[in-house]
């Protein structure tokens, strides 16, 4: 099994292989001591769906039927059968 060191900055998160490669791909230099999280907080990224620190802009939604337009939820069907459109 694979030895997992603590994060010293927060003290109960684990420095995993994915914070260790972020920590390098951010530029940082010295051995990898902070978690994924923590690592997030300093440089101000978040993590996306992969493990990655990205920036919060960057970050896709997680399912694409999260954004409903407005004309659609005023004008669906039982929105108009209630509204007497349909049925006249």
């Given at each position: 099994?694979?030895?997992?060191?603590?994060?010293v900055q927060c003290g109960f998160r684990?420095?995993?292989?994915k914070a260790k490669q972020n920590?390098?791909?951010e530029g940082f230099t010295g051995e990898p001591q902070t978690c994924l999280h923590c690592l997030g907080e300093k440089t101000g990224k978040v993590m996306n769906a992969y493990g990655d620190l990205v920036?919060?802009?960057?970050?896709?939604?997680?399912?694409k039927q999260l954004?409903?337009?407005k004309t659609v939820i005023e004008g669906?069907?039982?929105c108009m059968k209630r509204r007497e459109f349909l049925y006249k």
């Open positions: 099994m694979q030895k997992l060191e603590k994060c684990y420095v995993t292989e920590y390098f791909a920036f919060p802009h960057e970050v896709e939604s997680p399912s954004y409903i337009p669906c069907r039982p």
